[in-house]
DNA sequence: AATATAAAAGACTTATTTATCCTTTATATC
DNA sequence: GATATAAAGGATAAATAAGTCTTTTATATT
């Protein structure tokens, strides 16, 4: 549903927020190894995310990406559409040309509603409201340094 | 989620299913033609699915792919694996590298039920329950011929 | 002013998915 | 047996996604 390319994105504008009170900028290679995200990559990525105002940036030495105030407001949709550039909710999940409420394909009692809450959550709550969210539970945004069972 | 290639192939297996009763076998031509395919392409897909034993066909005059009673046994998720080869449930939706009950993504309360649900019907309900279903719920597997409000 | 740092920009490569085309094989029908 | 029909097989092309590399531009520090 998500490309590698807006996953990542979302990534690293979260990770970014987590880290901005240390009032420190971080640069595009800072952020990839962190959250372990091919680092040319992930500089194009930003470069979008830059232009469509998610996140601002400052070339030169002490430079590198931050959230400003503005940038937390924005919402996770936002992210998506900077990286994709089109709706990724739209569309039957199994394909039918036609499927609506009227004339359902086989899952979309099901997909409906998953749609829906996504939809609400990636644009109901801001940036700034994820990150608080993924402070409070632990959410793990890289794998670096931490102990998993497997 | 779901590719082209394997929305395709469940669309193109449940209108075989559909059309079984008339005892008449389908061409790749037709169930192209019947469901906007190309039909070089659902020609490989049901090349595919013949060798997974998902349908059956038969070569020459009034030959065709059929479903066979064994083949209406089979289930969603074995259409599926036959096309991508791969589980599509598994990965975190936002692309954590950790993410479970304990170690939750953002989203994972609203995604882990969604899988969870749309698992369960993929892999409970065969091929007929699915095409049974389609019938009570008039659901439409293509466009032609009907009459949608735009 | 020279230097080092880091983003911006653009060209390029690789991988995967999607799609097309052409030849071969099986088989029903005449 | 000749012919027509339809799947099987294989090779290739086009489109998209993923990832890399090199040069240019801005800027803080010395």
Not at 33 to 45: G, N, R, T
Not at 88 to 93: A, D, L, Q, V, Y
């Amino acid at each position: 549903m998500l490309t590698n390319a807006s996953k990542y994105a979302i990534r690293a504008v979260l990770h970014l927020t987590k880290k901005m009170d240390e009032a420190t900028k971080m640069s595009g290679k800072e952020i990839g190894s962190d959250l372990d995200i091919p680092e040319a990559f992930i500089a194009k990525i930003l470069q979008k995310l830059v232009k469509a105002n998610i996140i601002s940036s400052h070339k030169g030495p002490k430079g590198g990406f931050y959230m400003s105030k503005e940038n937390l407001n924005n919402n996770i949709n936002d992210i998506i559409w900077a990286v994709e550039g089109r709706d990724i909710f739209e569309g039957c999940f199994m394909g039918l040309p036609v499927c609506s409420d009227e004339n359902p394909c086989p899952v979309h009692h099901i997909v409906a509603p998953f749609k829906e809450k996504l939809y609400m959550k990636f644009n109901d709550l801001t940036i700034k409201d994820f990150a608080d969210e993924i402070k409070d539970n632990g959410t793990h945004l890289t794998i670096k340094g931490i102990n998993v069972k497997i």
